[in-house]
């Protein structure tokens, strides 16, 4: 089988697709072909990875298996190196957020002020939050609570279509000089906030969430009693990271566009995704930018087969890449081995020689392995990091970042 036929079989897509896709790209990046490049990549990797496992059979369920069990035991480590009694208390989750912090060191970011965000709350009081905190009004609310913690209780007390369509419908209105140069903030919400949550709460919730505009990552500290709950928690918030600095980049650069920049701000934060399929001739030539997981939503989006990039795989990439970095630091953790295995699977025999397809992908692992229960495998992290792979060793990793923020609202880069 040729590269591009394996490589294609990867993506869930026409073989011709990848291989028109590669063949533009080399042309307009002057380079060689590097789908051979990534195939021998790929399976250098995964052959080294094996062996580290001590997996001899070369079948789904025992290498799959085996990537779990090594999920399983790198959670045991992170939890004895961070000294965590319990990953579910309001001081566990607070030293996991700012150990990642330190770790990821993205920088300084450009988000909505203190004072605007005030206003905000002044002008279309959340309820929900006052009524459950015991509180007259917003002014008593601010007054009493920190503003970052106010602004995390939003996602989870009001209403997804109040908050929407009322209260951040205000945004609307937010100029560049609405906007400063500050921290990312990371908050564990106290047992105060969980409790006036309950009754607000008719659907399990992530209990690790974000908000872009306020540069703001919060952690609501709950027992989930599943495997690989510290692993999960501590990617999931150095991914946060990336992403946040990411579209701080682009707040920054829609500030220069003052009379757009409250509409190209909406914009980003709505993850608009192209919805128009380009013609034949010019499949490779431009690549979409997917910023959503568009999988967890259909798996069959069609937009998930054309030629793209995904920034999503790139902030999870880069998270990778930190927990390795942790494993380089302190051996004794063996973090080193999910090393640059973002795109790095392939198709094995199960037991009944059916061919499956299983991901080396750090966090398909890790989410598979917190959604044991429910016997779901992730697959969809290791197949965006893939069209993003070949995209890059085309123009550079840091080239496809740029590129992807300077065409962001756009939808597409043009090769």
Excluded: C
């Excluded at 869930?12 to 002057?30: I, M, Y």
């Excluded at 990797?45 to 001590?54: D, T, W």
């Excluded at 399990?204 to 540069?215: A, D, I, M, R």
């Excluded at 880069?318 to 390795?324: G, I, S």
């Amino acid at each position: 089988m040729e590269p591009f036929e394996k490589i294609a079989k990867v993506l869930r897509t026409d073989k011709d697709f990848v291989r028109v896709a590669a063949e533009r790209l080399a042309v307009a990046a002057k380079g060689d072909d590097i789908l051979k490049k990534i195939f021998d990549e790929n399976e250098r990797l995964m052959a080294s990875r094996l062996a580290e496992l001590g997996v001899s059979r070369r079948n789904a369920e025992a290498i799959y298996l085996s990537l779990i069990d090594k999920i399983r035991a790198d959670d045991r480590r992170l939890s004895e190196y961070f000294m965590l009694k319990e990953a579910s208390t309001e001081e566990g989750s607070r030293t996991i957020l700012n150990f990642a912090k330190e770790l990821a060191n993205v920088g300084k970011g450009f988000f909505l002020k203190i004072d605007r965000a005030r206003e905000f709350i002044l002008r279309e009081p959340p309820k929900n939050i006052i009524k459950a905190m015991g509180y007259k009004n917003a002014e008593e609310l601010l007054a009493k609570e920190d503003i970052f913690e106010a602004y995390s209780a939003l996602r989870f007390m009001e209403d997804r279509e109040w908050l929407n369509n009322v209260f951040f419908k205000q945004l609307d209105g937010v100029s560049p000089e609405d906007f400063e140069e500050r921290e990312i903030e990371v908050r564990a919400l106290g047992e105060k906030w969980k409790e006036a949550a309950k009754n607000f709460m008719k659907k399990k919730y992530h209990n690790v969430s974000h908000l872009k505009e306020l540069g703001l990552i919060f952690v609501i500290p709950e027992e989930l009693g599943i495997s690989g709950e510290v692993m999960r928690l501590f990617t999931l918030v150095l991914h946060y990271l990336h992403e946040i600095k990411f579209y701080s980049e682009l707040f920054k650069m829609y500030s220069a566009r003052d009379h757009e920049f409250a509409e190209k701000l909406i914009s980003s934060l709505k993850g608009d995704v192209l919805d128009e399929r380009f013609p034949e001739e010019q499949r490779g030539r431009k690549w979409m930018i997917v910023q959503r997981y568009l999988a967890k939503e259909d798996e069959h989006d069609w937009r998930l087969f054309e030629p793209h990039v995904n920034p999503e795989a790139i902030h999870w990439t880069k998270a990778e890449a930190d927990v390795a970095r942790l494993g380089e630091r302190f051996g004794g953790l063996e973090l080193g081995f999910w090393s640059n295995l973002d795109f790095v699977g392939d198709y094995f025999p199960d037991a009944s020689g059916v061919e499956v397809l299983v991901s080396f992908n750090l966090i398909d692992t890790v989410m598979s392995l917190v959604q044991e229960r429910e016997m779901v495998k992730y697959l969809y992290h290791h197949q965006e990091a893939m069209w993003n792979k070949i995209f890059m060793e085309y123009v550079g990793k840091e080239k496809t970042e740029e590129l992807i923020i300077k065409n962001f609202d756009k939808g597409f880069i043009k090769i």
